[in-house]
Protein backbone atom coordinates (compact mmCIF):
# COMPACT_ATOMS: atom_id res chain seq x y z
CA UNK A 1 0.00 0.00 0.00
CA UNK A 2 0.91 3.70 -0.04
CA UNK A 3 3.17 5.12 2.41
CA UNK A 4 4.52 8.16 3.50
CA UNK A 5 8.11 8.29 5.24
CA UNK A 6 9.65 11.61 7.26
CA UNK A 7 12.39 12.11 8.88
CA UNK A 8 12.57 11.61 12.14
CA UNK A 9 12.07 14.70 14.91
CA UNK A 10 12.63 17.37 16.12
CA UNK A 11 14.65 19.62 14.43
CA UNK A 12 16.43 22.34 16.14
CA UNK A 13 17.54 25.41 14.17
CA UNK A 14 18.20 28.79 14.60
CA UNK A 15 16.48 31.82 13.21
CA UNK A 16 17.31 33.01 9.80
CA UNK A 17 19.02 29.08 9.56
CA UNK A 18 17.75 27.02 6.54
CA UNK A 19 15.54 24.34 6.67
CA UNK A 20 15.15 20.73 5.26
CA UNK A 21 12.48 18.47 6.45
CA UNK A 22 12.89 15.04 3.94
CA UNK A 23 10.02 13.29 2.85
CA UNK A 24 10.04 9.90 0.49
CA UNK A 25 6.80 7.97 -0.49
CA UNK A 26 5.68 4.52 -2.17
CA UNK A 27 2.67 4.63 -4.10
CA UNK A 28 0.86 3.70 -7.34
CA UNK A 29 0.29 5.56 -9.80
CA UNK A 30 1.00 9.57 -9.84
CA UNK A 31 -0.54 10.77 -6.28
CA UNK A 32 -0.08 14.55 -5.27
CA UNK A 33 2.01 15.03 -2.82
CA UNK A 34 1.18 17.36 -0.12
CA UNK A 35 2.64 19.62 3.22
CA UNK A 36 0.47 20.24 6.04
CA UNK A 37 1.64 22.54 8.89
CA UNK A 38 0.30 22.46 12.53
CA UNK A 39 0.50 24.84 15.11
CA UNK A 40 0.23 24.31 18.34
CA UNK A 41 -2.93 23.00 19.72
CA UNK A 42 -4.43 23.58 15.93
CA UNK A 43 -5.87 21.59 13.68
CA UNK A 44 -3.83 20.85 10.39
CA UNK A 45 -3.58 23.42 7.37
CA UNK A 46 -2.40 23.01 3.87
CA UNK A 47 0.55 24.79 3.39
CA UNK A 48 1.43 23.44 -0.49
CA UNK A 49 0.99 21.04 -2.88
CA UNK A 50 2.22 19.58 -5.98
CA UNK A 51 -0.13 17.30 -8.64
CA UNK A 52 2.71 16.27 -10.82
CA UNK A 53 6.18 15.43 -11.62
CA UNK A 54 8.57 18.32 -11.37
CA UNK A 55 5.84 20.44 -10.35
CA UNK A 56 7.18 22.85 -7.20
CA UNK A 57 4.74 24.22 -4.43
CA UNK A 58 4.96 27.28 -2.81
CA UNK A 59 4.61 29.46 -0.04
CA UNK A 60 5.08 31.15 2.53
CA UNK A 61 8.66 30.71 1.53
CA UNK A 62 8.53 27.22 1.54
CA UNK A 63 9.09 25.14 -1.17
CA UNK A 64 9.01 21.84 -2.53
CA UNK A 65 9.78 19.80 -5.37
CA UNK A 66 7.91 16.50 -6.58
CA UNK A 67 10.61 14.36 -7.50
CA UNK A 68 9.74 11.37 -9.10
CA UNK A 69 12.75 9.43 -9.90
CA UNK A 70 13.47 9.93 -6.31
CA UNK A 71 10.38 9.76 -4.62
CA UNK A 72 10.99 12.38 -2.70
CA UNK A 73 8.92 16.15 -1.71
CA UNK A 74 11.58 17.19 0.50
CA UNK A 75 10.26 20.50 2.26
CA UNK A 76 12.62 23.54 2.20
CA UNK A 77 12.88 27.21 3.66
CA UNK A 78 15.96 29.18 3.43
CA UNK A 79 15.62 31.33 6.18
CA UNK A 80 13.05 30.01 9.30
CA UNK A 81 11.19 32.37 11.51
CA UNK A 82 10.32 31.77 15.43
CA UNK A 83 7.01 31.61 14.46
CA UNK A 84 7.37 28.55 11.55
CA UNK A 85 7.86 26.06 15.20
CA UNK A 86 5.55 23.79 14.10
CA UNK A 87 4.81 20.29 13.18
CA UNK A 88 5.13 19.07 9.68
CA UNK A 89 2.92 16.61 8.07
CA UNK A 90 3.79 15.10 4.39
CA UNK A 91 1.21 13.52 2.75
CA UNK A 92 -0.28 12.12 -0.85
CA UNK A 93 -3.61 10.90 -1.76
CA UNK A 94 -4.17 9.80 -5.38
CA UNK A 95 -5.61 6.83 -7.60
CA UNK A 96 -9.54 7.63 -6.54
CA UNK A 97 -8.84 7.16 -3.02
CA UNK A 98 -10.62 8.56 -0.48
CA UNK A 99 -7.60 8.03 1.86
CA UNK A 100 -4.94 10.12 1.99
CA UNK A 101 -1.95 8.63 3.51
CA UNK A 102 0.39 10.86 5.81
CA UNK A 103 3.76 10.70 7.51
CA UNK A 104 4.49 11.14 11.01
CA UNK A 105 5.07 14.42 11.30
CA UNK A 106 7.99 16.02 11.92
CA UNK A 107 8.48 18.65 15.20
CA UNK A 108 10.48 21.91 13.76
CA UNK A 109 11.76 24.25 16.61
CA UNK A 110 13.45 27.60 16.03
CA UNK A 111 15.19 29.27 18.48
CA UNK A 112 15.91 33.15 18.28
CA UNK B 1 -16.68 29.91 1.94
CA UNK B 2 -16.33 26.76 3.49
CA UNK B 3 -15.81 26.52 7.43
CA UNK B 4 -15.38 23.31 9.13
CA UNK B 5 -17.04 23.59 12.83
CA UNK B 6 -15.27 21.34 15.55
CA UNK B 7 -16.49 21.69 19.41
CA UNK B 8 -15.69 20.91 21.96
CA UNK B 9 -12.16 22.69 22.28
CA UNK B 10 -11.35 20.77 25.15
CA UNK B 11 -12.88 17.95 27.31
CA UNK B 12 -12.16 15.90 30.48
CA UNK B 13 -14.32 12.98 31.20
CA UNK B 14 -13.73 10.22 33.71
CA UNK B 15 -12.99 6.53 32.73
CA UNK B 16 -16.61 4.74 31.58
CA UNK B 17 -18.17 7.95 30.40
CA UNK B 18 -19.78 8.42 26.95
CA UNK B 19 -18.50 10.48 24.76
CA UNK B 20 -19.67 12.62 22.06
CA UNK B 21 -18.02 14.84 19.46
CA UNK B 22 -19.46 16.75 16.83
CA UNK B 23 -18.44 18.27 13.78
CA UNK B 24 -20.07 20.40 10.92
CA UNK B 25 -19.05 21.76 7.72
CA UNK B 26 -20.65 24.50 5.95
CA UNK B 27 -20.66 26.05 2.83
CA UNK B 28 -20.49 22.83 0.75
CA UNK B 29 -22.52 19.38 0.03
CA UNK B 30 -21.45 15.81 0.05
CA UNK B 31 -18.46 15.86 1.52
CA UNK B 32 -16.26 12.92 2.30
CA UNK B 33 -15.27 13.22 6.15
CA UNK B 34 -12.97 12.19 8.08
CA UNK B 35 -12.19 11.48 12.14
CA UNK B 36 -8.36 11.27 12.84
CA UNK B 37 -7.14 11.68 16.18
CA UNK B 38 -3.68 12.53 17.48
CA UNK B 39 -1.89 11.00 20.44
CA UNK B 40 0.70 13.24 22.67
CA UNK B 41 3.92 13.40 19.84
CA UNK B 42 2.70 10.99 17.55
CA UNK B 43 1.34 10.90 13.73
CA UNK B 44 -2.20 10.91 13.14
CA UNK B 45 -4.12 7.73 13.14
CA UNK B 46 -7.54 7.68 10.85
CA UNK B 47 -10.06 5.97 12.50
CA UNK B 48 -13.53 6.88 10.48
CA UNK B 49 -14.47 8.34 6.98
CA UNK B 50 -17.51 8.62 5.27
CA UNK B 51 -18.50 9.34 1.64
CA UNK B 52 -21.96 9.79 2.47
CA UNK B 53 -25.19 9.67 5.08
CA UNK B 54 -25.21 6.63 6.84
CA UNK B 55 -21.64 5.36 5.29
CA UNK B 56 -19.34 5.03 7.77
CA UNK B 57 -15.67 3.12 7.27
CA UNK B 58 -14.04 2.21 10.49
CA UNK B 59 -10.36 1.86 10.01
CA UNK B 60 -9.42 0.55 13.45
CA UNK B 61 -11.19 -1.17 15.70
CA UNK B 62 -11.68 -0.06 19.04
CA UNK B 63 -14.18 1.42 21.75
CA UNK B 64 -15.19 4.38 19.43
CA UNK B 65 -18.39 4.72 17.05
CA UNK B 66 -19.35 7.06 14.31
CA UNK B 67 -22.00 8.26 12.46
CA UNK B 68 -23.31 10.84 9.96
CA UNK B 69 -27.14 11.88 10.35
CA UNK B 70 -26.91 14.84 7.87
CA UNK B 71 -24.90 15.82 4.91
CA UNK B 72 -22.74 17.89 7.08
CA UNK B 73 -22.56 16.23 10.33
CA UNK B 74 -20.11 13.75 11.70
CA UNK B 75 -20.38 12.76 15.27
CA UNK B 76 -17.76 11.11 16.98
CA UNK B 77 -19.00 8.56 19.97
CA UNK B 78 -18.17 6.47 22.56
CA UNK B 79 -20.21 4.28 25.45
CA UNK B 80 -17.59 4.09 27.49
CA UNK B 81 -14.12 5.79 27.58
CA UNK B 82 -10.95 4.40 28.15
CA UNK B 83 -7.32 5.79 29.52
CA UNK B 84 -6.41 4.84 26.32
CA UNK B 85 -8.64 7.06 24.12
CA UNK B 86 -7.22 10.42 25.42
CA UNK B 87 -5.91 12.29 22.87
CA UNK B 88 -6.20 15.05 20.14
CA UNK B 89 -9.51 14.73 17.70
CA UNK B 90 -9.19 15.75 14.03
CA UNK B 91 -12.19 16.26 11.91
CA UNK B 92 -11.64 16.93 8.29
CA UNK B 93 -13.42 17.04 4.97
CA UNK B 94 -12.73 17.04 1.06
CA UNK B 95 -14.45 16.89 -1.87
CA UNK B 96 -14.40 13.48 -4.36
CA UNK B 97 -11.43 11.38 -4.11
CA UNK B 98 -8.92 12.89 -1.83
CA UNK B 99 -7.09 16.18 -2.88
CA UNK B 100 -6.69 18.67 -0.20
CA UNK B 101 -8.06 18.34 3.00
CA UNK B 102 -9.95 20.87 5.12
CA UNK B 103 -9.11 20.41 9.18
CA UNK B 104 -11.15 21.59 12.20
CA UNK B 105 -9.32 23.35 15.30
CA UNK B 106 -9.58 19.71 17.09
CA UNK B 107 -10.46 18.64 20.72
CA UNK B 108 -8.17 18.00 23.04
CA UNK B 109 -9.84 15.02 25.02
CA UNK B 110 -8.18 13.80 28.11
CA UNK B 111 -9.71 10.78 30.05
CA UNK B 112 -9.06 10.25 33.81
Known amino acids: GDSVTQMEGPVTLSEEAFLTINCTYT??????LFWYVQYPGEGLQLLLKATKADDKGSNKGFEATYRKETTSFHLEKGSVQVSDSAVYFCALSGGGSYIPTFGRGTSLIVHP | SQTIHQWPATLVQPVGSPLSLECTVEGTSNPNLYWYRQAAGRGLQLLFY??????ISSEVPQNLSASRPQDRQFILSSKKLLLSDSGFYLC???????????FGSGTQLSVL
Open chain 2, 92 to 102: AWTLGSVEKLF
Open chain 2, 50 to 55: SVGIGQ
Open chain 1, 27 to 32: ATGYPS
